[in-house]
């Protein structure tokens, strides 16, 4: 049984210039010690559509009627949707789902010590004591591979290093054992050896809590490393998802495909870089018809610039929204 | 100095007081003793993580650091100045040769001045052109090399996506016909289908121009595919320096082997074999003693921790900074 599904989302925001869309009809679901990998350029959405499931979206956000968020938690499904207090709404935000933030500095309350703010939420959350609360955060700590946690559990944020404050946010996001985690671009503003280190570290808690997890990031070689199934996105749309060795060794999509011609590899150093060509178009001009059509070298005539596609089987487990699929030719 | 090299350092030092008060005043060493030959025509590249001091040592390059030991020439045809002395219109003239490409395309441009007038500024500033005219003109030369629409330069910064921004921010780097180039992080805030079509460009725009690029940066992939030769620095040191296909072919330094092996590979079936470092960088005041790196060295012997190697050269052009190169295989 899935973790959470998540069915037809679509959002868009009010803004002064007219309704942009930043979700376009997205569905996935997560099972339960599974890892997504949520891909895209900056613009695609993938924040906004994590967010979305903790609702913690501004608010000119305007969620389609048809959206469904449905969380399996042990007492029954919770339909993130209806949710409209913010007290109805503790269920979910830090209760049964946690997010990590790219940007540890920016995320901790500077005023407050690491450990104050470690606490806090432990006892909105659970009913544990203070004490209890303290406890347990400083085993956290521990447990995230902070050395002298007690001592770094009374300090703030800014005598931390940058490693140790994202490991600090994940000791956080984990004490309430959340039954989901939401980590958006968690290494990106680490240094490729900490990077190492936060991915190591979080593939072993997910053997050890169970938790599925949301991994966003533009970085496929992190995906790579840390994903079990891919899920990419471009303009709001998934475009294309499935598990992480197909996606990877077989990308069908001609944009899946540029993302990974674009990276550059180590063990072909006279492999020519190869850009997407063109930039991300304004979320103001939205292409119509398929979303990519602008950019892509394997167009196949008027059909990509008016009809949206929608989903063809690529693989095992593996779909891709391209009109190449029904063509019946390999991309 | 050797005619080929556009700069060449010499045990180049930069230190920042720290500490207000007079009695525990301290110096804090951002670069420390770095001795480097950047040939004229290369695509010099500098890596390190956070705090190893290589943007601190090309803003030295630019007289935008303090040159507080040692010393920086530039040599270029009938021209050679000692960068720690540059005064008034010396000073002048290097500025114009020697320019900078920031990390961050959406900080670098002011969101009040049109594109051309961004682009146009450093050629005011330094006074290159007589008039009007032929300002614009030169503008819309660089802006045609840069890639960017004519069009374009009548609008405002905001209108530009991450992309062409930095494409305008490398056009007024160029503008000036500088002959060296800082490009400090340039690529890092990117996106990688994007980051491709930047580098690119670097790498067309220094053929047509004849440029000698400083291309700093923590991505190791992106510096083995862009840059000629490649020095990895560590709290303020090299640690290692060699062409870019030798150094990913048999790299000396444990330090070296470990950023290499952090890179996560995109086969989701290879988790990295080799050792993955421990911990972090020190802070540059409270710096281990003996060599730098022993504190997170899985090689590190007693010697280590009691005497700072030097750099060494272990093959032409290549040289490390290490006590036990001759000994360690670490190449796979």
Redesign the interface.
């Known amino acids: 049984m899935s973790l959470i599904d998540v069915e037809n989302l679509t959002l868009q925001f009010k803004t002064d210039e007219g309704l942009i869309t930043a979700v376009d009809n997205v569905s996935f679901s997560i099972a339960p010690g599974e890892v997504m990998g949520l891909v895209g350029e900056s613009g695609s959405g993938k924040s906004v559509t994590a967010k979305s499931l903790m609702k913690l979206n501004p608010g000119n956000a305007v969620y389609a009627p048809e959206s469904r968020i449905t969380l399996h938690l042990d007492n029954g499904p919770v339909d993130v949707m209806s949710l409209k207090r913010p007290r109805d709404m503790e269920v979910v935000r830090g209760g049964s789902v946690s997010m990590i933030f790219q940007e540890p500095m920016a995320s901790f309350a500077p005023a407050m010590t690491i450990g104050s703010q470690m606490v806090e939420q432990l006892l909105i959350h659970t009913d544990m004591s203070k004490k209890q609360a303290r406890e347990l955060s400083i085993e956290m700590l521990d447990r995230v591979g902070i050395s002298d946690a007690s001592t770094r559990f009374g300090q703030y944020a800014f005598e931390m290093s940058g490693g140790m404050r994202q490991r600090a946010m994940i000791a956080m996001a984990l004490s309430t054992k959340p039954k989901l985690l939401i980590a958006d671009e968690p290494t990106t503003a680490l240094d490729v050896t900490i990077q190492a280190q936060v991915i190591d570290l979080m593939k072993d808690l997910v053997t050890d809590f169970g938790m599925g997890i949301i991994f966003i990031t533009h970085d496929l070689g992190v995906v790579a490393q840390t994903a079990d199934k891919v899920a990419v996105m471009y303009l709001g749309k998934m475009i294309e998802q499935g598990p992480v060795r197909e996606v990877i060794r077989n990308p069908y999509h001609p944009y899946t495909q540029g993302l990974i011609d674009a990276l550059p590899q180590l063990d072909d150093l006279d492999k020519p870089l190869m850009p997407v060509p063109g930039d991300i178009p304004s979320p103001l001009e939205r292409p119509e018809g398929c979303v990519f059509h602008t950019r892509c070298g394997k167009i196949i005539g008027d059909v990509c610039r008016t009809v949206a596609p929608g989903w063809s089987d690529t693989g095992e487990n593996h779909r891709t929204a391209c009109h190449l699929c029904h063509e019946g030719q390999s991309a | 100095m050797s005619t080929e090299n556009l700069i060449e350092t010499k045990d180049l030092s930069v230190g920042f007081p720290v500490g207000g008060k007079i009695f525990n005043k301290s110096v804090l060493k951002a670069v420390n003793d770095v001795s480097l030959s950047i040939p004229r025509g290369s695509f010099f590249g500098v890596v390190g ?2 705090g190893s001091g290589k943007t601190t040592f090309g803003r030295a390059l630019l007289n935008a650091a303090p040159i507080t030991g040692g010393s920086a020439h530039y040599e270029d045809g009938d021209v050679s100045y000692d960068l720690g002395k540059l005064t008034g219109s010396e000073l002048k003239e290097y500025r114009r040769r020697a320019q900078l490409i920031f990390q961050d395309p959406y900080a670098a441009l002011s969101p009040r001045m049109t594109v051309r007038d961004i682009i146009a500024e450093p050629l005011e500033v330094v006074g290159l052109c007589n008039s009007r005219e032929e300002v614009d003109e030169r503008v819309r030369e660089i802006a045609n090399l840069c890639r960017l629409n004519l069009e374009h330069l009548r609008r405002f910064p905001h209108a530009f ?4 921004r930095q494409r305008i921010s490398i056009a007024r780097a160029l503008v000036s016909k500088p002959r060296f180039v800082v490009a400090d992080e340039s690529v890092a805030a990117l ?7 930047i ?2 460009l670097l790498k067309s725009l220094q053929d047509e121009m004849g440029l000698t690029y400083l291309f700093i940066s ?5 510096v ?2 862009t840059c000629d030769h490649v020095a990895v620095m560590y709290l303020g040191q090299i640690m290692e320096s060699a062409p ?2 030798q150094l ?1 072919r048999s790299p000396r330094h444990p330090y070296t082997k ?12 290879d ?2 074999k080799a050792q ?3 911990g ?2 020190p802070s540059p005041t409270n710096r281990p003693t003996g060599c730098q790196f022993h504190t997170r060295c899985p090689f590190a012997i007693d010697l280590c921790k009691r005497e700072e190697p030097r750099m060494e050269t272990c093959e032409a052009e290549h040289s490390v900074t290490c006590h036990r190169w001759r000994e360690l295989q670490l190449a796979d």
């Open positions: 993580e956070s996506s991450g992309g062409q996106d990688v289908s994007i980051q491709a079509d580098l690119n923590h991505d190791l992939s992106v083995a595919h870019t296909r990913f470990a950023l290499f092996s952090a890179i996560p590979s995109l086969d989701p079936d988790h990295g993955k470092l421990e972090e960088i």
